[in-house]
């Protein structure tokens, strides 16, 4: 089955990132396909690297950055929602004259546009929100 | 409906302005027009709250997104199911609702209603439907 | 359809509209929050009970866990870990999360 994961909450405030990653953790275990994870409205706060979470509780971002390495899978962030939270990689930095950017590893901003294909080129469209 | 063209629901349960969910899943539509796909809104629960007309929201200084309901119809978003219980059990009637139309092409531009009250049993028919669910 | 509900029937009327919506046939998952909603003896046990001819119910096991409520779920109520989260959106032909 190919799916695709919809993220719409940022890490630790809400549960949605944690279910989100052990569906995606699990469908990767039993052999699914997972299309993208597409990060909406908070849910691109999973992408910032600059969290310094408790050493004795789960680090989110990373955890998202590792199963995206080890699995080598498309982690997308959108990029209006991105741009009103202040989540940026390199490219949207200089283009839009902010002096600094942060992007985690694994993930890449692009359109809604990819939501929408990930849910015609998909089996199942799952969503974790609020 | 084309070959190769899924249904896609968005299903809208949130109220305007307290939180982002109604702008950003308007945005969805939006651009989700172009892949011209079959797509039906849902407004459920205090959804129905989205498309309230006379909104003003200058006092609040967030922008007011509402007109962006009334241009959907040019992007082909021409069913809009509102859920008559949820109007009903927050006091409201459809005349409360922003009167959203679009120009039937196949009928020679004539202006149609986008709005379609539905009841509880019609929208369980129409989930299922769907193909795709968004939830925001 | 399988319908995922995450927010506890004490905050927010999810999983009641969830109920009122769901189709016959349909599974409706408890996830998160929503696993309140498996309260036996709670103020919508009943409701909950009501749907279950007419729908399947099932909770995610991790998060009844977490609540330390695992001991007080209603009977009849399904048990499922994440591996079978994702057998219930595979059998089912499409997902709608209540948020």
Redesign the interface.
């Known amino acids: 089955m190919k799916f695709t994961i919809?993220v719409?909450e940022g890490p630790y405030q809400h549960q949605a990132s944690d279910t989100a990653y052990q569906f995606t953790k699990a469908a990767l275990e039993k052999g699914h396909e997972i299309f993208r994870v597409f990060f909406?409205?908070d849910g691109v706060n999973n992408a910032t690297r600059l969290t310094t979470p408790p050493q004795d509780d789960r680090n989110v971002i990373q955890r998202w950055s590792d199963l995206a390495k080890e699995h080598n899978l498309d982690l997308v962030v959108c990029v209006?929602?991105a741009q009103r939270r202040g989540i940026a990689d390199a490219d949207e930095a200089q283009r839009n004259g902010k002096d600094a950017d942060n992007l985690a590893d694994g993930f890449r901003i692009s359109?809604?546009?990819q939501?929408?294909?990930g849910?015609?080129q998909s089996d199942r469209?799952v969503?974790f929100?609020d | 409906m084309s070959e190769g063209t899924?249904k896609?629901l968005y299903?809208n349960?949130?109220a305007p302005y307290g939180t982002?969910?109604a702008l950003?899943s308007l945005?969805?539509v939006l651009?989700?027009a172009?892949?011209e796909?079959d797509v039906q809104l849902l407004f459920?629960?205090d959804g129905v709250f989205q498309i309230v007309k006379d909104q003003d929201t200058k006092g609040i200084e967030n922008k007011n997104f509402s007109p962006t309901y009334s241009a959907l119809g040019d992007y082909e978003v021409t069913k809009m199911y509102v859920s008559k219980e949820s109007l009903e059990e927050r006091g409201l009637t459809v005349d409360d609702l922003m009167p959203l139309t679009y120009e039937d092409e196949d009928d020679d531009w004539a202006e149609k209603d986008s709005i379609i009250l539905v009841s509880?049993d019609e929208?369980?028919?129409l989930?299922?439907e769907?193909?795709?669910?968004?939830?925001? | 359809?399988l319908h995922t509900v995450n927010k506890s029937p004490f905050e927010k009327?999810?999983l009641v509209?969830c109920l009122?919506?769901?189709?016959e046939g349909s599974a409706i998952l408890l996830i998160e929050d929503g696993v309140y909603g498996a309260l036996n003896g709670s103020a919508v046990a009943d409701k909950v009970k009501g749907a279950m001819g007419k729908t399947t119910i099932y909770a995610l096991g991790p998060d009844l866990d977490a609540r330390g409520i695992a001991g007080k779920v209603i009977d009849g109520i399904k048990v499922v870990d994440y591996a079978g989260f994702v057998d219930l959106a595979c059998e089912n032909d499409?997902?709608?999360?209540?948020?």
Do not use: C
């Open positions: 919809q719409n909406y409205h209006a929602a359109g809604l546009g939501l929408i294909e849910g015609i469209l969503v929100g | 899924k896609f299903v349960r949130k982002i969910y950003e945005e969805v651009i989700g172009a892949f796909q459920l629960d509880k929208i369980a028919a989930m299922e769907q193909d795709v669910v968004l939830s925001f | 359809m009327n999810s509209s009122e919506h769901a189709a499409k997902v709608q999360a209540w948020l």
